[in-house]
């Protein structure tokens, strides 16, 4: 495991594992990101579901697939952070995706 991508990961996911499970639980979360061909689960979503798994993982205990997940992490909320809306941001479309990836703009 690169420990930049570690860092990395840990600076861009700001929410607690149990703040990401309350949160991807409301129809907010559900409403917003991409959703596949057909419908089902958004691409945002899924993804909170892996971090939910990876933020209980011990840093020794992460495979490469794992790695991969987290650099992936690492450019959505890079990207998505450069893109943000001007005005108050609480309750956006924006914010809401940004949380389904495990980070909350407005968290200190």
Aim: aromatic fraction near 6%; charged fraction near 30%; hydrophobic fraction near 30%.
């Amino acid at each position: 495991m690169a420990s930049d991508t570690y860092t990395g990961f840990r600076d861009a996911v700001n929410m607690t594992a149990s703040e990401l499970e309350k949160w991807l639980a409301t129809a907010e979360a559900k409403d917003v990101g991409q959703k596949p061909p057909g419908g089902g689960e958004s691409v945002g979503h899924d993804s909170g579901r892996k971090i939910i798994q990876l933020l209980h993982t011990k840093k020794g205990d992460l495979s490469d697939a794992d790695e991969a997940h987290m650099r992936k992490v690492v450019g959505y909320v890079h990207r998505h952070l450069a893109q943000r809306p001007s005005g108050d941001v609480a309750d956006t479309k924006w914010r809401y995706s940004l949380m389904n990836w495990g980070h909350d703009p407005l968290k200190k």
